[in-house]
């Protein structure tokens, strides 16, 4: 993906664009699934940006989420970014960072699995 200024002859490389599908998802403990697809590889910049959304989304649902809820994230580098952590903590994100691959111990690895079985990026 190329930008330019306005007016401007020459593009810059922001963001390399990848042909696939990225996705990011928070699963509640009702089942309940906020899903992100996207065509760019996963950052901390995308992942803040789905934060912000998930915030907005469960601000939505109830303002008092935050007492009765904790995000756990798997230990990514992009989840554990200074970015990241200070978008969590800037909305007052109650949050955990497992370690990096620990798949057995997130739940949300059941349903990245279950979807992965089909042929998303073919």
Request: with cysteine.
């Given at each position: 993906m190329i930008w330019a200024p306005k007016h401007?002859?020459?593009?810059?490389?922001?963001?390399q664009?990848?042909?696939?599908?990225?996705?990011?998802?928070?699963?509640?403990?009702?089942?309940?699934?906020?899903?992100?697809?996207?065509?760019?590889?996963?950052?901390?910049?995308?992942?803040?940006?789905?934060?912000?959304?998930?915030?907005?989304?469960?601000?939505?649902?109830?303002?008092?989420?935050?007492?009765?809820?904790?995000i756990l994230h798997d230990g990514a580098k992009y989840c554990q970014s200074n970015i990241t952590i200070n978008v969590?903590?800037?909305?007052?994100?109650?949050?955990m960072l497992s370690s990096p691959h620990s798949y057995n111990i997130s739940p949300i690895e059941m349903l990245f699995a279950a979807i992965k079985t089909g042929s998303l990026n073919d």
């Open positions: 401007g002859s020459k593009g810059t490389v922001i963001k664009v990848s042909p696939r599908i990225s996705m990011i998802m928070a699963l509640d403990n009702f089942g309940k699934v906020y899903a992100c697809l996207t065509h760019v590889n996963t950052d901390s910049t995308i992942m803040g940006i789905y934060i912000k959304e998930l915030v907005k989304e469960l601000d939505n649902e109830d303002r008092d989420w935050r007492r009765s809820t904790i969590l903590r800037d909305l007052r994100v109650p949050f």
